[in-house]
C-alpha cells in the first residue's frame, strides 16, 4: 500500500509522522544543573487524514515533540519519522528537502514576509524551492484560496489584514505544497476566539474536506475540540489519548492534571 494512502479509519490509516522513544535534552546532558529532559520516552504516531491535538501543562514538552516530529530541531536519542523517512538518517541536504517538501508548519506569530502580498506569501515556499506549479498545483492553491477565503485579498500585504486573516494565509501557506502532514503551535493563541474559531474550522476541513493530515498544539480544550483525537503529555511522557473530544471532557482531563501533577503510573514527584 502506497503511504501516502489516505484513510479514514484510524485502525487502517499508516502515520504521516511518528516519533519512537523520543529524548530530547536540552543543555549539556553531562551537566545535571543545567539539562532539562523535555521529551522523557514519547513514542507516538499521527494517522494519516487525521486531526491530532497534543495537549498538556506548559513546559510538558509539546513545542518540542511537534518541533522534532517536523524535523525543525534532531532528538538526543529515539526516532522520528516522516512516512517512512526516519529523519535521524538523513544528512542536511535532504533534511532541508524533507521540510520543504514534505512538511508544513503554522507558527503562533504568523510569520509572514511583510513586503510580499497575501498570494506570494502563499507560494512562497515553491517558489524558493523553484517549483514550477503544474495545472494540479495551480487548481490546488486556487481552491486552497477559496477555502482560507482570502480571494478578495489577494493583493494586499499581511499589515493591512487582521490577525486571524494573517494566519489564514500562513495556513494556507503551510498546505500550498501538498505537504504529507502539516504541524501547527498554538496557531490560534494570538487570536480573539471568533479568527480563532475560522482557522481551526478551516485546519477540520483540510483534513476532512482535502485529505490532509494535522498536528496542533494547543491549549484550549474548545480547539482541541475539532480534533480527531488528542494526545496528552505530562512532565515530557504521553500520559493519555482521547478519541473524539469535546472541550468538556478534555476539560475534565487537564484539571486531572492539576489535582495530580505526576502522570497516574508514577509514584510522584521524585
Ligand atoms: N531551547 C531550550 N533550551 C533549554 N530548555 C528548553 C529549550 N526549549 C524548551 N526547553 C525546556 O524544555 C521543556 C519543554 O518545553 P516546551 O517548549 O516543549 O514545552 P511546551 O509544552 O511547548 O510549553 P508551553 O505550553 O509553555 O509552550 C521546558 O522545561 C522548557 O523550559
Ligand atoms: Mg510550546
Redesign the pocket.
Known amino acids: 500500500m502506497n503511504a501516502t494512502t489516505t484513510l479514514r479509519n484510524r485502525s487502517w490509516a499508516p502515520d504521516a509522522a511518528r516519533v519512537e522513544g523520543a529524548v530530547k535534552v536540552?543543555?549539556s546532558p553531562d551537566s545535571a544543573d543545567t539539562a532539562?529532559t523535555?521529551l522523557d520516552g514519547v513514542s507516538v504516531g499521527f494517522p494519516a487524514g487525521r486531526f491530532t491535538a497534543i495537549m498538556?501543562?506548559?513546559?510538558?514538552?509539546?513545542?518540542?515533540?511537534t518541533h522534532c516530529a517536523a524535523g525543525l530541531d534532531t532528538l538526543t536519542s529515539g526516532s522520528a519519522y516522516i512516512g517512512d523517512t526516519e529523519l535521524g538518517s538523513l544528512d542536511d541536504r535532504r533534511l532541508t528537502l524533507l521540510r520543504r517538501d514534505r512538511v508544513g508548519f503554522v507558527f503562533q506569530a504568523f510569520n509572514l514576509v511583510p513586503t510580499l502580498t497575501v498570494a506570494e506569501n502563499i507560494t512562497l515556499p515553491m517558489d524558493l524551492a523553484g517549483r514550477r506549479f503544474d495545472q494540479d498545483g495551480l487548481e490546488w492553491t486556487d481552491a486552497l484560496i477559496d477555502v482560507v477565503g482570502l480571494r478578495d485579498r489577494l493583493h494586499h500585504r499581511p499589515a493591512e489584514l487582521s490577525g486571524g486573516q494573517q494566519q489564514r494565509v500562513a495556513v494556507a501557506r503551510a498546505f500550498a505544497g501538498r505537504p504529507d502532514v502539516v504541524f501547527a503551535d498554538?496557531p490560534t493563541g494570538n487570536l480573539d476566539s471568533r479568527s480563532g474559531e475560522e482557522v481551526l474550522g478551516l485546519l477540520g476541513r483540510a483534513v476532512r474536506e482535502m485529505d490532509r493530515t494535522v498536528v496542533m498544539?494547543t491549549?484550549d480544550p474548545v480547539a482541541a475540540a475539532h480534533a480527531d483525537e488528542v494526545v496528552f503529555?505530562a512532565d515530557?511522557r504521553l500520559v493519555d489519548r482521547m478519541e473524539a473530544p469535546t472541550a468538556d471532557k478534555v476539560l475534565d482531563r487537564l484539571k486531572a492534571f492539576d489535582t495530580r501533577s505526576a502522570p497516574p503510573s508514577e509514584g510522584g514527584p521524585s
Open positions: 536540552y543543555g532539562v523535555a498538556g501543562p506548559s513546559g510538558s514538552g509539546k513545542s518540542t515533540l498554538e498544539v491549549h503529555l515530557g
